[in-house]
């Protein structure tokens, strides 16, 4: 993930402050020194960092003294608070027109990501909102890119619209949005064509389009692997097309990442997603708080939840809650939430969103021989009749064998699995007597 080491370096600031009873002038003026040396070698904008530098620095002097913080827990709060305003301030989310199909344009950089986002974005929406979105395929020049694009939309089986590439995207764009509605597809996605540079023909078709349909959203994507760069040509092309939202694609990178964090307070446009990750479901709403704290080590257990929330629908958790609280919680309901967690990401993502957790771990997660075992474990679950799924006591040597066999595992492999499911019945009982179900109560609660 971009923006490790300028939140390992922000940690250590803390760290050294962390035993201090009180923060002297001194103090505070050599902690802002190396934050201010921490946000330039991530490749924030200099004029950015300097703003940052000097609203922290002035807050943290003049700052009364508060009970219940420590003087350096103070600090981390002013950080943490001024850099949600410098990404963001409040979460900014998608504006959609009162009279459907919503239109958004996508735009930016040659392979900065507009195609992967459009199909990210696609996804997401349906998936959060319930839409039926159609994408469209508006980039004629580059060889392959609207196959790209088809390719894309057959994985997550979502319409395509295009007219080949000897049609003017002009006239693509305006059929897409009549197809749209005679279909009942909202909203209409266009991905465009990428620019390598600000390039008058390029620009002018965007205009023409943008002239023809009307967006409501004209959204940039910037790449945060790129730097500064980047975000110069972000300023570009918002000042020629006047853009309404930022996508941050790549994220997932380990370069610096500093100057996406610069884009927001370069162009006054609001990062509206960001993409975490190559999966096409890895796209997540750009919450600016959250992201602070994920920087600032934090963590995020927030964004885990709000990922939990997505794939766990409200019924099947009450029906859920429900069986744990009778005890009848089977092995199908564990294949059902293992598939369900399965789909929030690979062990390490998830993982990687809670506080305190070594990174450094996280590599050793995501090995190969943990993939299998997954992989195992849908197997031999599917290998059991219904009835051993319901009671798995009657499971003995022979059944054993049989179930080993029909999965292309060793029985001790089934052998595990019975046992970790029988200390996971044990550990339900034990919540479903005591303060019952408490995880699922607060998770309900936060919607
Ligand atoms: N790791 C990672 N790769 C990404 C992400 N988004 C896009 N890519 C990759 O970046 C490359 C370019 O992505 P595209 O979506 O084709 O970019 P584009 O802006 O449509 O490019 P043009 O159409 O050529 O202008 C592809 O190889 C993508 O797989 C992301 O969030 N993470
Ligand atoms: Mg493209």
Do not use: W
């Amino acid at each position: 993930m971009a923006f490790e080491s300028l939140g390992d370096k922000l940690q250590g600031v803390f760290k050294k402050l962390r035993g201090k009873g009180k923060l002297s002038e001194k103090d505070i003026k050599d902690a802002m020194r190396e934050i201010k040396l921490a946000l330039l070698e991530a490749d924030v904008n200099f004029k950015v960092v300097r703003d940052f530098v000097n609203v922290v620095s002035e807050k943290a002097l003049g700052q009364e003294i508060m009970e219940s913080l420590t003087p350096a827990q103070q600090l981390v709060k002013i950080v943490n608070d001024e850099l949600t305003q410098m990404i963001g301030g409040e979460t900014e989310t998608l504006k959609f027109s009162p009279k459907p199909p919503t239109i958004i344009m996508m735009c930016g950089l040659q392979g900065a990501g507009k195609t992967t986002a459009t199909a990210k974005l696609a996804l997401n929406l349906r998936k959060t909102m319930d839409k039926r979105p159609l994408m469209v395929a508006c980039d004629v020049y580059r060889p392959a890119a609207i196959k790209q694009l088809q390719v894309l939309g057959d994985q997550i089986q979502i319409p395509v619209f295009s007219l080949g590439a000897d049609v003017n995207p002009v006239e693509i764009a305006r059929q897409a949005v009549e197809h749209a509605i005679k279909h009942g597809n909202d909203p209409v996605i266009l991905d465009t064509a990428g620019r390598l540079h600000i390039d008058d023909m390029l620009m002018n078709e965007l205009i023409l389009i943008r002239a023809e349909v009307k967006p409501t959203e004209m959204l940039l994507v910037v790449d945060a692997m790129t730097g500064q760069d980047a975000v110069n040509v972000a300023k570009a092309f918002n000042d020629r097309l006047g853009v309404t939202g930022i996508i941050l694609s790549k994220l997932d990178g380990d370069t610096r990442g500093g100057a996406a964090l610069s884009v927001k307070q370069v162009t006054g446009k609001p990062i509206k997603y960001a993409s975490v990750g190559e999966k096409l479901s890895d796209l997540e709403q750009f919450h600016p708080s959250r992201m602070a704290s994920r920087i600032l080590g934090m963590g995020d257990v927030l964004t885990l939840i709000d990922k939990a929330q997505e794939q766990i629908d409200e019924k099947k958790a009450r029906e859920l809650e429900a069986k744990i609280r009778k005890q009848q919680f089977d092995l199908d309901d564990f294949l059902e939430q293992f598939r369900q967690i399965r789909k929030m990401g690979s062990i390490s993502q998830i993982l990687g969103m809670l506080p305190g957790i070594d990174k450094k771990m996280l590599d050793m997660v995501d090995t190969e021989e943990n993939e299998k075992r997954m992989v195992h474990i849908e197997a031999i679950i599917q290998s059991m009749t219904q009835e051993e799924r319901r009671k798995p006591g009657i499971i003995g040597a022979s059944r054993k064998v049989r179930i080993a066999q029909g999965s292309g595992t060793r029985v001790q492999d089934v052998n595990q699995l019975l046992k970790q499911f029988a200390e996971m019945q044990k550990m339900m009982k034990q919540m479903s007597s005591g303060k019952q179900t408490r995880m699922l109560k607060r998770l309900r609660k936060m919607r």
